[in-house]
């Protein structure tokens, strides 16, 4: 269902100023932890790294979110337990929520733990289902990128365009190496394996809601990964759809909140980008 302008604010609070003061806030504190966390555990691989960082910084913003709307739903990463399927049943189980935050914490928990500066925080508003409402704030450069259904996609105040490319030969594209070893790993390997002789380049810098908004901002023209989950894409995808460009699944269906294998471009490649991962077998259907 499309929402009006009604759904953008409840009492006068804006959900988008409440999105843009949580992401800002966790990313201050994100950034002032960085070389200084203490506690690293592992998740559900050994690739899937958490910190209390990422814990604290979900804690802050659903706190923050719930002192202005106390009877919103809130997923977060660091609220579900660890592993495909139980993100899958965490997020169906949210399917009949009015308003739901969806949160990443800190995408780039890698990345942040290596202290290699491309993480982001991903903080977006669903309205039934819709994404109304999305931000990623990067505190490394202080750059937060923000969109409003219906009302464009903005960096630093300044309306984002997607770039122009309509050929995988002038683009320069980006995936993930995800923390499913066992199966979103291999396929996205093919991927890779496919895509980066058909491209200018490939650029794989381990945050997905990050690539994303770099794809609005018209940095890269494309990215792609297997196996991402609603809290890495949410934000992203309305940042894209915003700024020009286009989302679906792996196999070019429309985007929905459960897809988990997507496609994100500037549109001119998507379906160049789309048949080669086709042929490569590499969709992950
Ligand atoms: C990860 C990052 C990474 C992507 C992985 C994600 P996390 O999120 O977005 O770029 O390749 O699939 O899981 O664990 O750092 O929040
Ligand atoms: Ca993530
Ligand atoms: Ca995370």
């Given at each position: ?28 504190w ?13 998740k ?48 169906a ?102 895509i ?26 494309g ?12 934000a ?34 998507h ?10 077998n590499?969709?992950?259907?």
């Open positions: 269902m499309a929402a009006d302008n009604a759904t953008y604010a409840l009492s006068g609070k804006s959900f988008t100023a409440v999105a843009i003061n949580t992401a800002a806030k966790a990313g201050e994100i950034k002032s932890k960085l070389g200084d966390f203490n506690k690293l555990d592992l559900y691989s050994p690739h899937d790294l958490v910190t209390e960082v990422d814990k604290g910084s979900e804690s802050l913003i659903r706190r923050l979110v719930h002192t202005h709307f106390p009877h919103h739903s809130f997923l977060g990463e660091e609220g579900v337990e660890p592993g495909p399927a139980a993100s899958a049943r965490a997020l189980q949210m399917s009949g929520a009015e308003y739901l935050w969806i949160v990443d914490p800190v995408d780039g928990t890698t990345n942040f733990v290596h202290g290699f500066p491309f993480f982001s925080v991903s903080v977006a508003l669903a309205y039934r289902g819709e994404v109304i409402v999305g931000v990623v704030y990067d505190p490394c450069r202080d750059e937060l990128f923000v969109a409003e259904k219906g009302k464009g996609a903005y960096l630093k105040g300044k309306p984002m365009r997607v770039s122009g490319e309509t050929r995988l030969l002038d683009s320069l594209v980006a995936t993930g190496f995800p923390a499913d070893r066992d199966y979103a790993l291999p396929i996205n390997m093919d991927g890779v394996r496919a980066a002789p058909k491209v200018r380049n490939v650029r794989i810098a381990g945050s997905a809601a990050l690539h994303m908004a770099y794809v609005a901002a018209g940095r890269l023209s990215f792609w990964e297997i196996g991402l989950n609603a809290w890495d894409m949410a992203g995808t309305l940042l894209i759809e915003e700024a020009g460009g286009r989302i679906t699944d792996t196999a070019g269906r429309p985007y929905e909140l459960a897809v988990r294998n997507v496609i994100a471009t500037n549109g001119g490649i379906d160049e980008l789309q048949r080669e991962l086709a042929q490569a590499a969709t992950g259907f």
